[in-house]
């Protein structure tokens, strides 16, 4: 059964700040990887998405890559703003639908 | 429509009565699936769709729950005899393949059973 983990479960930095958020998963056979922003009481905001034949993708601050054999991923986000706060969420799709971790919550402290 | 909408938004009702949630998918998405986001649970998998069949149920937690999907578009979830533990905010996606397509989600519907 596939299992996600997300670490820290909780992260707060200055303004500025470049950080990296940690996602690992039991199961290589995977199809994707994808990473969502949630917001407060809102739904989930796809930020990148990894094919398994891929190694990185990159979108403006944010850059995630994947190493499929080890079963781990990583979300650089580079000069954190305050608008970045939120929680994110890695999920995997292999046999079944996504799997989802618990998230990291992040505070950007202007 | 732009993307996939949920209703309703919100939903308080008392333990023990039925409650039916809507999701409309992206035009064209032959995919849907059903998630639970529980306050301190994460993110858990309930049912999926291609086309009008629902391939894994495995995530339903229980005979009270239920979905449907007609026409290969809307799909309702329904679940009876509501308990507290059925609180939650219940998310749609679509997506126009399964495997690897990526998934798009709707608002989501927060339900309050009371």
């Known amino acids: 059964k596939q299992e996600v983990t997300q670490i820290p479960a909780a992260l707060s930095v200055p303004e500025g700040e470049n950080l990296v958020l940690n996602c690992s998963f039991t199961?290589?056979?995977?199809?994707?990887l994808q990473w969502f922003r949630q917001d407060p009481g809102k739904g989930l905001t796809s930020l990148l998405l990894i094919q398994s034949s891929q190694r990185e993708q990159t979108s403006g601050r944010l850059n995630a890559s994947l190493d499929k054999s080890s079963g781990r991923s990583t979300l650089y986000i580079a000069a954190s703003q305050p608008g970045d706060s939120a929680t994110y969420l890695c999920a995997v799709t292999g046999n079944t639908p996504l799997v989802f971790g618990k998230g990291t919550r992040l505070s950007v402290i202007a | 429509g732009a993307g996939v909408s949920q209703s309703p938004s919100n939903k308080v009702t008392e333990k023990g009565k039925d409650v039916e949630l809507r999701c409309d998918p992206i035009?064209?998405?032959?995919?849907l699936y059903w998630y639970r986001q529980s306050l301190g649970q994460g993110l858990e998998f309930l049912i999926y769709f291609q086309g009008n069949s629902a391939p894994d149920k495995s995530g339903l937690p229980s005979d009270r729950f239920s979905a449907e999907r007609t026409g290969g578009s809307v799909s309702t979830l329904t679940i009876q005899r509501t308990q507290q533990e059925d609180s939650a905010v219940y998310l749609c996606a679509s997506s126009s393949g399964t495997g690897d397509y990526e998934q798009y989600f709707g608002p989501g519907t927060r339900l309050t059973v009371t």
């Open positions: 199961d290589s056979a995977i199809y994707n």
């Open positions: 035009s064209g998405h032959t995919a």
